[in-house]
């Protein structure tokens, strides 16, 4: 057992520092990616993802999805170390499985996907095809992880050729009526300026973005970067732009050092595809 590193008996042990779970996230599919991103930090956990969509370990999720909800866990994700749409077998069969589980007493809400939205933007048929019935199985928001509102520098981000207006992604995440929220990666490369912050979020929330999260970039190793980071002073002002920042305009979230204390203190916790479960999202 690598160091760092959690099992499913070691979230019943009683040795645990905090008894109480707040969400815990899922990864499914095969890994696969339609992007390719330099800072990528799923590639580490892909050599341990199953090579067909669908196949899932579904005793040990759902033995996971109990034992998370009895230690208080209520929010869950759905998430990937590839891109999960390109899996929808799978996600169908962990929305499915938190169905089941109701019957049981067990109900994670809400319940959110994390995705580069690159399917969602471009492949139509696959957005009528599942995005509706993924509502109906109780999910209820997307992530959209957004770079710049650039679609040519988001695609320069994501390493694709082109990348689908985000209007278009967004319309077609709300076309069954779940919700979306932007994902924004803080960088020097892309936004970090405190003007091209607030620019970002006013174009997000005009295109109908329904909540906001920001971040700076972090590394392979799950620490901020400090080449790419935003200066500390840039942060502070981002903040202060949020503060002054009429709310009813739409939630925004700048998640800074000290919001990671809930990974710290074990609230939040992974299961990764060679079943280990983790505070730590790059636990290799
Ligand atoms: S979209 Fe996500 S999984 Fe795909 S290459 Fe980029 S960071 Fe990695």
Redesign the pocket.
Known sequence: MDKGRSTMYEVNSPSRESKTLDSLSLFIGT?E?????A?????AHRKYAPEEDGILNEDLIRQTLEDCHNQGARYLSIS????PTLSPISITKVLRMTEEIKHCGISYSPINL?S?G?RIGEDQQFCDDHLQSWKDLGLTTVYI?VHDINEKKNAEV??VKSYPPLEKVISRIHKPGLLTRANLVLSKRTIHSPEKFAQTINHLQKIGVDSISAWPIRGQDDTLDPNLAPTSEELDQMGEWIGKRDPKKGKIVLLRENSRIKYKNREKLTLFPDGTLSNTWCNY
């Open positions: 890994g990616c339609n992007a390719n991103c800072h990528c930090a799923g590639r990937s170390s590839g891109e994390y580069n690159i992880t994501y390493g």
